[in-house]
């Protein structure tokens, strides 16, 4: 030790520089007698403290996670029930209800003294900050079969992801009991909440397939500019208002009286689709092709033959589509006719990279997700309506996924996601 850093030792000099000198000086008095340490969860939740502070609540009215803005990465779990009752199966959704609640509000980690297996894996160190952490718990129509006595609460619109043309879904890949989405605005979070929820319902509640997103960052040019997908064209551009809630009540969530179950009111549908793109395929196609496909320039983000991304494409002044083709897929996806207007959905997703496949081939794409009231209604159509006629099933493949249904948000604790299946 320096004749200078021991005389700041010995003197507990709070002016010592750095982490380390901060923890010396703070440990000694200035007569050498022992004073309390610092607190290392109050250290951690010092550092970083504008960018991981940020809190989202678990409870209220709705899900978190549906309307929010989607975070910078997110992983989609499902997990099939292997619980031998329902009462085993509510107690394994209630853990991760209240597990969410807590790793969404931010907590410390339990400083353990003794040898025991620790009660959090600790990769975020001494505190477990929110870092607008976001826990979206659904079910898919495999939890509403005979195992539980759940079949008369199946809520009315769900059902088993069809096969659409194009499709080429693998089985290990899609379907489930329970979809749990966790996002947040760095990839640690992510994975801490995924592996401390796992380990929560171990023996009751098992993986069945797993996939990691992540959002493209905002490069603008304005804050409200939506971000790229994969192919580089911006992702979301025709979302409705969710800032309107007559509309979201409208296209969203369940109304009372609406011929669903009574626990799904407040509740909506989630279409979870992974889309595989062929990526080395679509970067050899001419960019002019590229844009006649989507129905829009791909650095502005513009309808063809306007000036700036959210731009009405006016269709009714195109109507042989001169300008932008009948089959481009925005066109097709929203029509923009009185009679489509109740078919819209709620697009939140997130790109992702697995790697290469077998052939050496990247495998990336989409990891679609969407919110709706009636998927029928809604995603189905619009699928009906792409299938046929839309060039971009050439450069897209959808290879698994799943339907679910979300319902609302917990009331506070010791209420859970789903707690409306316990009065069965």
Known sequence: MSQVNRRRFLKGSLATVGAGGVGLGAGLSAGGASAKPPDPQQQAQAVLADEL???????????SGILTPPQNQATVVALDSIAPNAQQLFEALQTLSGAARGFTQGEPVPIQEIDDPAPDSGILGAYDAPDALTVTIAFGASLFDGRYGLAKLKPRHLYPMPNFPNDDIDPTRSGGDV????AA????TVVHTVRELLRLVAGRLTPRWTLDGFTSAQRGPTPRSSKRNLFAFRDGTGNPDVTDAALMNRLIWIQ?????????TGGTYQVVRTI????EFWDRVGLLEQENMIGRYRVSGAPLGG??????????SDPHGKRIPLTAHMRLANPRTPATADQRILRRGFNYHRGIDEAGDLDQGLIFIAYNQDINRQFDTIQ????????????????GGGYFFAPRGARGEPDWVGSGLSAV
Do not use: C, K
Not at 390 to 398: F, K, S
């Open 179 to 182: 979809l749990v989405q966790v």
């Open 256 to 264: 009372p009286n609406s011929g669903e179950p009574a626990w799904a």
């Open 384 to 399: 009906r309506r792409l299938a046929p006629t839309e060039p971009m099933t050439d450069y897209i493949t959808p290879v």
């Open 276 to 279: 595989r793109m062929h990526v």
């Open 185 to 188: 605005n760095h990839r640690d």
């Open 307 to 316: 000036t700036y991304e959210f731009e009405d494409p006016d269709y009714p």
């Open 53 to 63: 502070a940020t809190r989202t609540p678990f409870d209220g009215a709705h899900q």
